[in-house]
């Protein structure tokens, strides 16, 4: 019985929402640098300074308490461009803006450093760094981006990048019999049906999201891996057309039990083309990637 006929056969039951944790922020270095050569002070006009309203639009916290959410605010400002190059960020002043310790705020900035947003230079002082420098593929930046003014172009390069990846992807995992995933893949389509039926979006994206890196992982190749961050990203992330499963939907629902058909059955071509039509654009955004090609 194919992936999918099993899924639509099986009585609806319970579905666990917690597949998976987002983990905490890692430490990082960071040299404190002196205030020297000071310009003047950030514009915090409209700043909105209550910390545990940060960050609840996205998908996922990156880390926990006021260290978190000072992270998610000020990465924010910084892609949104409320936070330029022409200002220091000195964190006495960002300590007493959103009222937290010094601590918190050093910490905060080794994250965004880590994350190529800024650097602290002796006699300069820590500053905004230009969009060349950061990292474009670290999953809050995607998200912060695909949030700020430049939705539109993030969305666009997310959409092309998984075309690049996930096709071929899908391919090489064709070509692994690891049978724990390849049973994890098909536990995670049961799980987006039940989900579907129970009209459980959020249950339904995170199992979504999950059949996703799993496939990347089950691809053998630990560059591609290296990029599973990307595709669970563009997953959570909204606000627009989207390639893929923008929504639950039957068909989204259809298209990836062809992929765990395929997969099971050693089909690396069914897998790719199955993978494709996944990811065929909506007429709106027809522009962003070529139609799959019959084969």
């Excluded at 330029?84 to 310790?101: H, K, M, N, T, W």
Aim: proline content about 6%; aromatic content about 4%.
């Amino acid at each position: 019985m194919s992936t999918l006929a099993h899924t639509m056969m099986t009585a609806a039951r319970p579905v666990e929402s917690g597949l998976g944790a987002p983990g905490d922020l890692d430490r990082y270095p960071y040299a404190e640098a002196p205030g020297a050569g000071r310009v003047g002070p950030p514009s915090w006009e409209g700043v909105d300074t209550d910390l545990g309203r940060v960050g609840r639009r996205s998908a996922g916290s990156r880390g926990r308490g006021l260290h978190g959410q000072l992270v998610q605010q000020l990465g924010q400002m910084i892609v949104s461009g409320d936070l330029g190059a022409d200002r220091p960020l000195v964190p006495e002043e960002i300590g007493q803006r959103f009222e937290v310790s010094r601590t918190v705020v050093r910490e905060s900035l080794r994250v965004l450093e880590a994350k190529g947003l800024v650097s602290a230079r002796p006699n300069v002082g820590t500053r905004v760094r230009p969009v060349s420098d950061w990292n474009l593929l670290d999953p809050d930046i995607i998200e912060w981006r695909a949030f700020g003014p430049q939705r539109d172009d993030q969305r666009r390069e997310l959409n092309e990048l998984r075309w690049t990846i996930e096709p071929l992807a899908a391919r090489l995992a064709a070509g692994h019999g690891r049978e724990d995933v390849q049973q994890r893949l098909a536990d995670m389509v049961e799980i987006m049906g039940h989900a579907y039926a129970q009209g459980d979006a959020i249950t339904f994206s995170r199992a979504d999201t999950e059949f996703h890196s799993l496939l990347i992982q089950l691809a053998g190749n630990r560059m591609l891996e290296h990029l599973s961050g990307i595709v669970g990203a563009a997953l959570q992330v909204s606000g627009g057309p989207v390639t893929g499963c923008d929504r639950p939907s039957e068909a989204c629902l259809g298209h990836h039990a062809r992929i765990a058909d395929a997969l099971a059955a050693g089909d690396a071509q069914g897998a790719e083309a199955a993978m494709r039509q996944l990811l065929t654009v909506h007429p709106e955004v027809e522009r962003v990637v070529p139609a799959p090609r019959e084969h």
